[in-house]
């Protein structure tokens, strides 16, 4: 992972990227840091080098996980765009990871350097809006096997590949990440993976999951079945 695999500075010439360096700072954190807290003071944005983090949200003891964040991904930045700097949500690793650390000040200098970048952010954010916007909608309206069905297709679209034509996702997705992400109990998890299984639908090897896309995509019915629509960032 290198710079120049930035989105948010991929239109600045390559020539110039290496005067961006002296800004951003390597940082590296074991699995389970809080990398930010909701409702803290933040001015600092990252970007993911390596691992997976997931952005969650805590109400009285709970956790609801709005999505995970992987390498290349941008994190931090809709604070410093607003007016109000409190953190809107937690963001903790669940791997190790390792990140590029900016601090708003600098972030700003590089906008005024090169006004593309603000143009690419607003096009991060409007995605962000987007993956929002269909999340609420399957998980308003569709039943748990619906909601399930659409988080493996998400998994595999993000963090899966075809190996040998099978259809892997190469992380272990364990009941209570699921659970939390779709805002159902775990009881409700195992009971439709099994029956997942049972049908065909996924299988279980070395802890990750084989899923069988078209079978997913028509319990899913009149949902997005492209990656580019099911990518988190």
Not at 99 to 104: N, P, T
Not at 121 to 149: E, G, Q
Not at 198 to 223: P, S, Y
Request: proline share 2%; glycine share 4%; aromatic share 10%.
């Amino acid at each position: 992972m290198t710079i120049k695999d930035l989105e948010l500075f991929s239109e600045i010439p390559e020539s110039e990227l290496n005067e961006l360096l002296p800004s951003l700072t390597v940082r590296n954190f074991k699995k389970n840091h809080l990398l930010l807290f909701e409702n803290d003071i933040n001015d600092r944005i990252y970007f993911i080098r390596s691992g997976l983090l997931k952005v969650c949200r805590y109400y009285d003891g709970k956790e609801i996980i709005l999505s995970l964040a992987s390498k290349g991904e941008i994190l931090g930045e809709m604070e410093i765009f607003t007016r109000i700097p409190e953190q809107i949500s937690s963001v903790e690793a669940i791997t190790n990871i390792s990140v590029w650390q900016l601090s708003k000040k600098d972030f700003e200098n590089i906008i005024d350097k090169y006004p593309i970048v603000m143009k690419r952010a607003y096009t991060i954010l409007s995605d962000r809006i987007r993956t929002l916007n269909r999340l609420i909608r399957y998980l308003s309206f569709c039943d748990v096997r619906a909601k399930v069905a659409n988080l493996l297709l998400d998994f595999y679209y993000n963090i899966g590949e075809e190996n040998d034509g099978h259809h892997q996702i190469n992380f272990h997705i364990n009941q209570s990440l699921f659970a939390n992400m779709l805002g159902i109990t775990r009881e409700s998890v195992s009971k439709t993976i099994s029956d997942f299984q049972n049908e065909g639908l996924v299988e279980l090897q070395h802890q990750r999951f084989i899923v069988d896309l078209k079978g997913l995509k028509a319990v899913c019915r009149d949902t997005e079945d492209t990656r580019e629509l099911r990518l988190w960032y």
